[in-house]
């Protein structure tokens, strides 16, 4: 049997959703550096259905998703120095903490 | 190179030396001087012959200013006389001027006289030449008004500096026209040129007389004569320097130097000898009638020194440098006895002197010496130069030779009647002091150079200078010369104190000394008249200026119209500028400030929006992003 489009689509929205929800309700840096990961899968998993259902012999989406992924390596790498840098300094990961900007 | 550097910087730094520390020294700085005129006589003999210190002072165009110290025979020749004079006459002043007030001054003006003889004789630049020449009149007028407060004494300066600054004028256009013609201040180089026949003969002519009116004016030349025998009221020293080697033998040298020049210029030449003629016969003639010692000597300078004219107008330079040397070496010791005799004996009036002989007796036999060097009795210097002079007479013409023969009866006239009315006959003054050693020591070195100058130096002359020698002289006319040098000398001691010639000598000099002030009093005239021109001058000026201020009143007038009008639209400008200013401060003013009260208000809710909260951000982030998507999804549908 073959999985439609709709049933990839649904899963990237879900996903989607649930990223935007850690992001926004988490507090802790590392589960929003989480959330943000989790993003980035569900922008990727929207590309390759498109590209499986839509335009299989183009490679572009390919190319796309593994620039994705390799956003993502990096972005997690450097989002977790800043996070050890910042704990380092004040002794904890809540970003509520961190409101220097707005004084 | 360094030595021809000091010979004539040593006497200058000795004038600085002993103006600074003159004072403290036992002789009032007349070390000093001393000291420098001897270093400066064995720089002399150290240095080589053409040595040479030229550099260029700046160009111009196409001229160019040197500055140089030139080691020729003729300069070398000049240079030592000048040096042995001053250390003869400087020794003396060592002895003169103890106990006398201001002896560092008198030094340091006399090393400065001596220093700036010296650059004025090694000098190779006509620019040099010139400074130094000015700096020898300077130094002469500082000399001569050193007894300022001495009445006449001011009086005599000043006509010694103006007197000789008007031949000064003369040398000061004639090195301008050297220059113009040859392009730079060389003196080497304008005698190259004439040698080459590179120069027209008018300017050169031209030029030769301008540097004559120069020498006539540092010579006493006629018609310049004046202001030597005033000047015999400065100290005796200062006398037997400018009338030997300093002062007046600069006029002759300058012939010397550029004799090229006159060369080539016949006409100048022949105004040389005329003027030598006019001067040496009516000097002559007064020094006859004369009554003040000092005097004598001084109109006796004038005729000697016409006598050097005479011969370089004639072609004979070597026997009236020849005559140079023995002239200055028998006039300072003339002098300076003649100084002896004013210090002891308190007078220098002839009708107020006699036998002075005993009291006297070495001042005496200097004075007698010199005296007989001057009437030219052989062994003596005079008679060999004179002799010189006489031979370059006698193969130019017969009248110039019987002139001579002339002459030499003159000197021996005034110089016997001077020795006989000082040094002999009834005894004047009765309280009569000695000289000190220095001034006999002077005395002694200087009679010495004018009793074997004579010999030394005839026939040697030739080799030494590179001037053509003289022919020998006819043994008649050495004859005639000689009876005429004793006749001379037996009719002036006869005379004594006495005029030799009656009224005639006293006659002459008044006439004279009005008609040399002549060239003052022409001076005068012209400045007066250059008034009358400049009185009309600036009667034009004055109408140029009334008329130019009439038309100034007019414009004035229409400027003020103009300005009225200016005035009533700057006015209205103005009112609109401050009606648009309240304007602006009613509306826009208040308009902006409204404004301004509405953004800080807006600002102040947007600040609000900067939580700080890092979720908020994100979500306003994706609620942006969302929004963004169905207005663009909205106008893609519709």
Redo the contacts between chains.
């Keep these: 049997m073959i999985v439609p489009l709709t049933a990839y689509l649904i899963v990237g929205a879900i996903l989607f959703a649930i990223g935007v929800y850690t992001v926004i309700a988490q507090r802790a840096a590392v589960m929003i550096l989480m959330g943000i990961e989790v993003l980035l899968n569900a922008i990727g998993l929207n590309i390759i259905a498109f590209w499986r259902f839509t335009a299989p012999t183009d490679y572009s989406a390919q190319i796309f998703a593994i620039l994705i992924i390799t956003i993502g390596a990096i972005e997690m790498a450097i989002g977790l120095a800043l996070v050890m840098l910042l704990y380092r300094q004040r002794q904890t990961v809540e970003v509520d903490a961190y409101a220097e900007l707005k004084r | 190179m360094i030595v021809l550097l000091a010979i004539p910087a040593l006497p200058l730094l000795a004038a600085l030396a002993a103006l600074r520390v003159g004072r403290r020294m036992p002789w009032g700085g007349g070390e000093f001087v001393v000291g420098a005129a001897a270093l400066s006589l064995i720089g002399l003999m150290l240095v080589p012959d053409g040595a040479n210190l030229s550099a260029t002072w700046f160009e111009s165009g196409g001229f160019r200013l040197t500055v140089g110290l030139e080691f020729s025979p003729l300069t070398w020749f000049v240079a030592t006389l000048v040096a042995s004079i001053a250390l003869g006459v400087g020794i003396y002043s060592l002895g003169y001027m103890a106990g006398k007030a201001d002896r560092p001054r008198f030094f340091a003006e006399l090393g400065l006289f001596i220093g700036a003889m010296l650059v004025l004789v090694l000098s190779s630049s006509l620019v040099i030449l010139f400074a130094a020449w000015e700096l020898v009149g300077l130094a002469s007028y500082l000399l001569i008004g050193f007894n300022y407060a001495e009445p006449g004494a001011p009086q005599a300066a000043a006509k010694a500096f103006l007197m000789t600054r008007i031949g000064d004028v003369g040398l000061l256009l004639g090195w301008l026209l050297a220059l113009t013609l040859t392009g730079t201040t060389e003196i080497d180089a304008l005698i190259g040129a004439l040698g080459q026949q590179q120069l027209a003969p008018a300017p050169v002519a031209l030029m030769a007389f301008l540097m004559l009116a120069g020498a006539i004016g540092k010579s006493a030349q006629l018609p310049l004569t004046g202001w030597l025998p005033d000047a015999m009221i400065g100290p005796t020293p200062v006398s037997a320097l400018l009338h030997s080697a300093t002062m007046v033998a600069a006029g002759v040298f300058l012939v010397l130097r550029l004799y090229p020049v006159f060369e080539a210029a016949p006409g100048a030449l022949a105004a040389v000898f005329w003027i030598g003629a006019a001067t040496a016969l009516v000097a002559g003639v007064i020094a006859t009638g004369e009554m003040d010692l000092k005097r004598v000597l001084a109109w006796s300078t004038a005729s000697q020194l016409g006598e050097m004219m005479i011969a370089l107008g004639l072609g004979g330079p070597l026997a009236a440098s020849f005559h140079l040397a023995a002239h200055a070496a028998f006039k300072s010791t003339l002098f300076l006895a003649a100084g002896v005799v004013q210090e002891e004996a308190g007078t220098r009036g002839l009708d107020r002197l006699g036998g002075l002989i005993r009291a006297l007796p070495f001042t005496g036999v200097v004075f007698l010496i010199a005296g007989v060097a001057l009437a030219g009795i052989p062994p003596l210097s005079g008679f060999w130069s004179e002799e010189a002079i006489l031979a370059t007479a006698a193969r130019q013409s017969f009248g110039a030779a019987l002139l001579i023969v002339a002459l030499i009866f003159l000197a021996g006239t005034y110089i016997g009647r001077a020795a006989s009315a000082t040094f002999f006959g009834e005894r004047r003054p009765d309280d009569v002091g000695k000289p000190a050693w220095p001034m006999k020591a002077g005395m002694a070195l200087l009679a010495l150079a004018a009793a074997s100058l004579g010999w030394l130096l005839s026939g040697r002359l030739g080799s030494i200078l590179p001037f053509s020698a003289e022919p020998d002289l006819a043994s008649a006319w050495r004859a005639f010369a000689l009876v005429a040098a004793i006749l001379g000398l037996a009719f002036g001691a006869r005379r004594s104190s006495a005029s030799a010639f009656g009224v005639l000598p006293a006659k002459l000099r008044a006439g004279l000394m009005a008609a040399t002030e002549w060239p003052t009093i022409a001076t005068m005239r012209i400045s007066q008249l250059l008034n009358v021109v400049e009185a009309a001058l600036d009667r034009v000026a004055q109408g140029i200026a009334k008329g130019s201020s009439v038309i100034a009143g007019t414009t004035h007038s229409a400027e003020r119209q103009f300005d009225a009008v200016a005035e009533l639209a700057a006015g209205g400008v103005w009112r609109l500028a401050q009606n648009s200013e309240r304007a602006e401060a009613l509306g826009f003013a208040r308009g902006g400030d409204a404004l301004a009260i509405d953004i800080v208000g807006i600002g102040e809710r947007l600040r609000t929006l900067?939580?700080?909260?890092?979720?908020l951000y994100?979500?306003a982030l994706?609620v942006w992003a969302a929004a963004a998507l169905v207005a663009g999804g909205l106008m893609l549908w519709l």
């Design positions: 900067q939580s700080g909260r890092l979720y994100t979500l994706f």
